[in-house]
Antibody
């Protein structure tokens, strides 16, 4: 059974770079059937898609975050990563990694448990 | 960007009653619409995809309908474990993928 697990610092200082990793187990990240994405949720608020990538390295990002986001994959470790630069308090959120069906319609069907990242000095 | 609007924001329902949640898209998303359930401290759980197809293990009391811009999630007889926040999500036109603001279903 597929499992996704986020990891990374729970506290990041303003203006620094947030870095998270999603470890995938129970399935190969190199499967051509899926995208691998990041979605976040500020405390008490709704869901915001950050971006997604294919195992080959092609990416799609939310235009609202595109200038600050990098998603990358390490197929040898079966994991993918998120970097968000120049963070502010508005980036405080639970960050989820998710599997998305590839093709034209990327349904998010499996999610990690999420990890809270707080931006504060 | 397709904006997803959910109504109502909060729905107060008694156990055993029917709950009807609405989701409207700012432009057509065909049937590429999903519903998720989220309980406190948990990740969203996929309930419905393709507007009306239940995910594996989802009870039959959950049903989805609609196409184009107007969608409905119906819970036919609310159980205690169904009190949660529900989000609709369009995956028809991206980037960006977008979600509705959520409907909280609470005990009346």
């Amino acid at each position: 059974q597929l499992q996704l697990q986020e990891s990374g610092p729970g506290l990041v200082k303003p203006s620094e770079t947030l870095s998270l990793t999603c470890n995938v187990s129970g399935g190969s990240i190199s499967s051509g059937s899926y995208y691998w994405g990041w979605i976040r949720q500020p405390p008490g608020k709704g869901l915001e898609w950050i971006g997604s990538m294919y195992y080959s390295g092609s990416t799609n990002y939310n235009p609202s975050l595109k200038s600050r986001v990098t998603i990358s994959v390490d197929t040898s470790k079966n994991q993918f990563s998120l970097k968000l630069s120049s963070v502010t308090a508005a980036d405080t959120a639970v960050y989820y990694c998710a599997r998305q069906l590839s093709g034209y319609y990327p349904l998010s069907d499996q999610w990690g448990q999420g990890t809270l990242v707080t931006v504060s000095s | 960007e397709i904006v997803m609007t959910q109504s109502p924001g909060t729905l107060s329902v008694s156990p055993g009653e029917r709950a009807t949640l609405s989701c409207r898209a700012s432009q057509s998303v065909s049937r590429n619409l999903a519903w998720y359930q989220q309980k406190p401290g948990q990740a969203p759980r996929l309930l419905i995809s393709g507007a009306s197809t239940r995910a594996t293990g989802v009870p039959a009391r959950f049903s989805g309908s609609g196409s184009g811009t107007d969608f409905t999630l119906t819970i036919s007889s609310l159980q205690s474990e169904d009190f949660a926040v529900y989000y609709c999500h369009q995956y028809n036109d991206w980037p960006p993928l977008t979600f509705g603001g959520g409907t909280k279903v609470e005990i009346k």
